[in-house]
């Protein structure tokens, strides 16, 4: 199939990570104690977890834990970490944890305890939290007692069956030391942070790299490599080179380049999972009472914003720039494996840019009209702006020109919480969790952060959603929210990708991630 645009940046970006290859003298190896990981920079660079998005938590990971673990392979969520078991009452609204006893925090700093859990939660619900979740926290959280000293309950609002998701460790409640953190304060707290994790943080370079030493004889797992290196490098082609010279041992790893990788000895190591979705937000499809809703951004009109969907052409975006190594998106969010919430009438919107240009027309927009349009990079698909070039390309030939603006994540962020971004369009990644109830709620909802949707048939869904604990009856909830998200063309979908990996193979062994978001589980890669 001749394909409509070839992505010039993509192609550039491959020669000249390959030249680098090819030029450039491999010093003595890394330490075979250190395993140096090379990643794009977080978009909040902090490392509390109350003080950023879930891309924030990538590289504290290691340093902090959770009440519960994800086992990579299966993507269970309900393995035990801190929390050695659980009840849930039968209305859902009541859970009670039963936390491990003896798990030290870093530092001599004690052990953890019911009221560092409790403190944890706090932090994330404050008023200066600005974590992803903090909002759905803060709407469904009624109380936290401290039963005893390892016994912890959270009583909700409304009953949720599925509330250990997002207590597990791909989310976002990491567990600190309530005493240390209130003795020091937040700021030298956020300066040197402490946790529980097998690796404690010895260095923190801002904008450069976060080092860590492995906790010996830790509860959970001994890292078996003794120091790890998280470090931020936003260029694509200066981590494949770092990976040829020894200076990295995984990077995260854009499709284009996978071959030089490979070609040169190197291992293009795939997630297990496909955890990532890319999708286009058509900003201000907002509430009408709202004092930021513009009654004339081009895309309230669905047949905008079908005629955006059908002028994508997604086949060539995968087999160009993602190498075919992604799937065409349907929903975003909803995870395509999990059978229960998925309606098999979804299928990839087709590319039909003749019948977009009739409905640009029926809308009233046959000359097409011009939107800013926000592009920014984020871990986990270091080919996002380039999807943003390949958009414009396919939508200026039904007269949609996207005035591209390169930007932030943490300049854009404000804008959208603050609903501030109507007529606005931008693109997004974010993780595909196998319980996508509270992540659905941060995009298509009125109090989620992101404000992609907001729908009152779609609020009516989650307030149903809020008074059922049958898990069948929530999972028809959920198909009906993706059935309004689908059937309105409300969002672009996109793809849902594998995260990719360049690994010396020669030096790391088995290591199992599911890929959610970006790099997981780095305490358990095993040297060769």
């Known amino acids: 199939m001749t394909t409509s645009w070839k992505p010039v940046l993509a192609v550039?970006?491959?020669?000249?990570?390959?030249?680098?290859?090819?030029?450039?003298?491999?010093?003595a190896p890394a330490s075979a104690q250190r395993l140096v990981v090379a990643g794009a920079p977080p978009t909040h660079e902090a490392t509390l977890?109350?003080?950023g998005s879930i891309s924030q938590k990538l590289p504290t990971r290691v340093m902090f834990e959770y009440l519960t673990d994800v086992d990579p392979t299966t993507w269970d969520y309900e393995r035990p970490m801190l929390a050695e078991r659980w009840q849930?009452?039968?209305?859902?609204?009541?859970?009670?944890?039963?936390?491990?006893?003896?798990v030290q925090f870093h530092e001599n700093q004690g052990e953890m305890t019911a009221d560092d859990v409790k403190f944890s939660f706090?932090?994330?619900?404050?008023?200066?939290?600005?974590?992803?979740?903090?909002p759905q926290w803060r709407k469904l959280i009624e109380k936290i007692e401290v039963v005893d000293r390892h016994t912890l309950r959270l009583v909700l609002k409304t009953?949720?069956?599925?509330?250990?998701?997002?207590?597990?460790?791909?989310?976002?409640?990491?567990?600190?030391?309530?005493?240390?953190?209130?003795?020091?304060?937040?700021?030298?707290?956020?300066q040197k942070p402490i946790g529980t994790g097998p690796y404690r943080l010895v260095e923190w370079r801002r904008g450069e790299l976060m080092r860590y030493e492995a906790v010996d004889k830790h509860w959970r797992v001994t890292p078996q490599f003794k120091e790890l290196v998280y470090r931020f490098v936003p260029e694509d082609s200066t981590r494949v080179a770092m990976l040829r010279t020894g200076e990295a041992d995984i990077i995260e790893l854009p499709r284009t380049l996978k071959k030089d990788v490979e070609a040169v000895g190197f291992e293009a190591r795939r997630a297990l999972w496909p955890g990532i979705v890319v999708f286009g937000v058509m900003g201000g499809q907002y509430?009408?009472?709202?004092?930021?809703?513009?009654a004339k951004a081009p895309w309230l009109d669905r047949r905008v914003r079908e005629a955006v969907n059908l002028a994508v052409n997604r086949k060539a975006l995968i087999e160009h720039l993602f190498l075919g190594e992604a799937q065409a998106a349907t929903v975003p969010i909803i995870?395509?494996?999990?059978?229960?919430?998925?309606?098999?009438?979804?299928?990839?919107?087709?590319?039909?840019?003749?019948?977009?240009k009739k409905l640009m027309a029926e809308a009233g927009y046959p000359n097409g009209f011009t939107v800013e349009w926000r592009a920014y990079p984020l871990p986990g698909v270091p080919e996002l702006v380039s999807v943003s070039e390949a958009l414009q390309i396919d939508l200026a030939?039904?007269?949609?020109?996207?005035?591209?603006?390169?930007?932030?994540?943490?300049?854009?962020?404000?804008?959208?919480?603050?609903r501030k971004l109507a007529g606005i369009g931008w693109l997004h990644r974010t993780g595909i969790p196998p319980d996508p109830a509270t992540h659905l709620a941060v995009f298509y909802t009125a109090g989620g952060i992101m404000g992609a949707v907001e729908l009152p048939e779609i609020e009516d869904l989650f307030a149903r959603l809020q008074r059922t604990a049958d898990p069948k009856e929530r999972a028809k909830i959920l198909r009906s929210v993706g059935d309004s998200v689908y059937n309105g063309y409300h969002v672009v979908p996109l793809v849902d990708l594998y995260a990719l990996f360049g690994v010396n193979q020669k030096k790391v062994g088995a290591w199992k991630t599911t890929g959610y978001y970006s790099f997981t589980h780095l305490e358990y890669a095993q040297k060769r």
């Open 12 to 27: 550039t970006m491959s020669v000249l990570a390959f030249c680098a290859l090819a030029e450039m003298a491999t010093p």
């Open 49 to 51: 977890p109350h003080q």
């Open 88 to 102: 849930m009452s039968p209305d859902a609204r009541t859970w009670t944890f039963f936390l491990r006893k003896g």
């Open 122 to 134: 706090e932090l994330l619900m404050g008023k200066d939290a600005i974590a992803t979740t903090t």
């Open 159 to 190: 009953p949720d069956p599925d509330v250990l998701f997002e207590l597990s460790s791909a989310r976002e409640v990491q567990i600190v030391p309530k005493k240390y953190t209130e003795s020091v304060g937040i700021e030298k707290a956020s």
């Open 287 to 294: 509430m009408k009472d709202r004092p930021t809703y513009n």
């Open 335 to 356: 995870p395509s494996w999990v059978k229960e919430y998925n309606n098999p009438a979804w299928k990839p919107y087709p590319y039909d840019p003749d019948r977009a």
């Open 397 to 418: 030939k039904i007269g949609v020109k996207l005035d591209l603006k390169l930007t932030e994540l943490q300049t854009i962020r404000p804008h959208y919480r603050d």
